[in-house]
């Protein structure tokens, strides 16, 4: 399994403020952005002894980036996000300087066709990115909050002994929440009655698609068909 390490865990001493004497050509115009590595690189390694990865994706990957001020930059360049941290990375596709975005310059992101959104413009947690999985940013939307968080192997654990399961892990948490242009994220659960709570004016029709679609599993792709659904 592929992980990507950082090298620079200790951020604010690792990264510098960027000055055009450090940046040249097109990554200037990111560069403003954000924070500099000072001199190192993020490094691609196998690691067969950690399950899961606090990065998203798990290698690079193309995308673009619109900040507050509303410009748009995405032709070459390639985007990680660690979901521990909630840190988000640029560099140029074939560069090894990398750039931390300030989490302020960001309103929306998207990495490899996933499309986040920063948290304070929603009434989400600020310098939090929240995924959205359906529906229209005027409308009735779905998000998808990820912390990832590290959990060390318990070697004194019993049934982990049993199963030989000795492998840290890196763990998602993941919180779902609705928003509509009246109302600000709310946290959910993924069952009809959450949604009627969460959407009392779509009661009607959530129950209708329930209906319609009671051989269906509720999981994370049949609430976003239905919130597609209630966008119609």
Known sequence: MLF???????????????????????????AKLGRLQGGESLQNFSNNNVKGTRYFPEDWATGSITTNSGETIANGYVFLLDKQNQDLYVKEQNSSEVILLGKDQVKRFTI????????????????????????????????????????????????????????????????????????????????????????????????????THQNNEVDQDFISALINYLNV
Do not use: C, W
């Open 4 to 30: 990507v390490f950082l090298s620079f865990f200790a951020l604010p001493q690792s990264f510098a403020q960027v000055s055009n004497a450090q940046i040249k050509g097109n990554f200037s115009e990111i």
């Open 112 to 211: 490899d066709h996933h499309t986040f959104l920063e948290g304070s413009q929603m009434g989400g947690e600020p310098g939090t990115f929240y995924e959205q999985l359906a529906g229209k940013e005027n409308g009735i939307a779905l998000y998808k909050l990820t912390k990832t968080i590290f959990i060390k192997a318990n070697k004194q654990d019993i049934e982990r002994i049993k199963r030989g399961d000795f492998e840290d892990e890196y763990k998602d948490d993941i919180t779902y929440f609705i928003k509509t242009p009246t109302q600000l994220l709310k946290k959910i659960k993924l069952n009809e009655n959450n949604l009627i709570k969460a959407l009392p004016t779509e009661s009607k029709r959530i129950k209708e698609y329930f209906n």
